[in-house]
């Protein structure tokens, strides 16, 4: 008489696995997947910088806003830099994106330079400067958008400079 299969499906954060076989066999892969994988997870994540939405945005939230029309600050710009004017737009496109309220997490230079209220000149410059300083990547389709370590340096470096100024 032949065993029959079993099948287990574990799904943990971002990895999924799926085990066929006879029960004895699965039980013995599924031992070894949670005695050697999960404690890999769990370093992993010590070291993996993931954004915090819901932290983000409680962090953000008297600064930056998603409008029916776009990002948009919620402080004045004549108290900050160009720079810090550029990252917010970016940082708010990014929340915008995951939020599901925009259609992408990046923003083209025209809409940088319009936001910003500065020449063409200006608004490359600053922008090389941060892609330059790993705070925001050129998209392939020519847009810019926040990196992740952008992200963090916002919330550690800049945020805490903005809320002094405010």
Same mark, same amino acid.
């Given at each position: /008489?032949?065993?029959?299969?079993? !099948?287990?499906?574990?799904?943990?954060?971002?990895? %999924? &696995?799926?085990? #066929?076989?006879?029960?004895?066999?699965?039980?013995?892969?599924?031992? $070894?997947?949670?005695?050697?994988?999960?404690?890999?997870?769990? #370093?992993?994540?010590?070291? @993996?910088?993931? +954004?915090?939405? +819901?932290?983000?945005?409680?962090?953000?939230?008297?600064?930056?806003?998603?409008?029916?029309?776009? +990002?948009? @600050? @919620?402080?004045?710009?004549?108290?900050?830099?160009?720079? %810090?004017?550029?990252?917010?737009?970016?940082?708010?496109?990014? /929340?915008?994106?995951?939020?599901?309220?925009?259609?992408?997490?990046? /923003?083209? $230079?025209? %809409?940088?330079?319009?936001?910003?209220? $500065?020449? *063409?000149?200006?608004? *490359? !410059?600053?922008?090389?400067? @941060?892609?330059?300083?790993?705070?925001?990547?050129?998209? %392939?389709?020519?847009?810019?958008?926040?990196?992740?370590?952008?992200?963090?340096?916002? &919330?550690?470096?800049?945020?805490?400079?903005?809320?002094?100024?405010?």
């Amino acid at each position: /008489m032949s065993e029959e299969k079993i !099948t287990v499906h574990i799904k943990y954060k971002d990895v %999924e &696995q799926t085990f #066929v076989g006879h029960v004895n066999d699965v039980w013995v892969v599924v031992n $070894k997947f949670f005695s050697q994988m999960i404690p890999s997870f769990d #370093v992993a994540q010590k070291v @993996l910088l993931t +954004p915090d939405l +819901p932290k983000l945005i409680e962090g953000f939230k008297d600064v930056i806003a998603l409008a029916t029309e776009g +990002p948009e @600050l @919620l402080i004045s710009k004549r108290r900050l830099t160009d720079s %810090e004017i550029i990252q917010l737009y970016l940082l708010a496109a990014y /929340m915008g994106h995951k939020l599901g309220r925009l259609s992408r997490d990046a /923003m083209s $230079k025209k %809409e940088l330079q319009t936001r910003l209220g $500065k020449t *063409s000149k200006i608004t *490359s !410059t600053r922008l090389g400067e @941060l892609c330059r300083e790993g705070v925001a990547i050129k998209t %392939e389709e020519g847009n810019y958008k926040i990196t992740t370590i952008g992200i963090k340096r916002l &919330q550690d470096e800049l945020l805490p400079k903005i809320r002094e100024k405010i």
